[in-house]
């Protein structure tokens, strides 16, 4: 069966780094756009980056353009976001994501999720 395990979330101050990566498993990864949402507590599943199948198109939430990046390794069926300049209202539980060729910023519709994994930003 298809799994998307994601890890690298934790306690980081407020200004500072961390990055996420995720690892898929049971699909053709390279056939899949993949992305990263999350959700804070007591809000809805946001949409925050994407990459395309060939990793040669990436799109970001404004609310991190400029801090965070996306990347993904087909050989290693991983994908990963360096998120930098950490603010206190990125803290959330982190999701990868898959779709089959593309993927949209909405949380709808996504073929396959992770159980997601938790960022803090202490201020």
């Known amino acids: 069966q298809v799994q998307l395990v994601e890890s690298g979330g934790g306690l980081v101050q407020a200004g500072g780094s961390l990055r996420l990566s995720c690892a898929g498993s049971g699909l053709t990864f390279s056939s899949y756009a993949m992305g990263w949402f999350r959700q804070a507590p007591g809000k809805e599943r946001e949409f925050v980056a994407a990459i395309s199948w060939s990793g040669s198109s990436t799109n970001y939430a404004n609310s991190v353009k400029g801090r965070f990046t996306i990347s993904r390794d087909n050989a290693k069926n991983t994908v990963s976001l360096q998120m930098n300049s950490l603010k206190p209202e990125d803290t959330a539980v982190y999701y990868c994501?898959?779709?089959?060729?593309?993927?949209?910023?909405?949380?709808?519709?996504?073929?396959?999720w992770g159980k997601g994994t938790l960022v803090t930003v202490s201020s």
């Open positions: 994501a898959a779709n089959y060729l593309m993927l949209v910023p909405s949380k709808e519709g996504i073929d396959y």
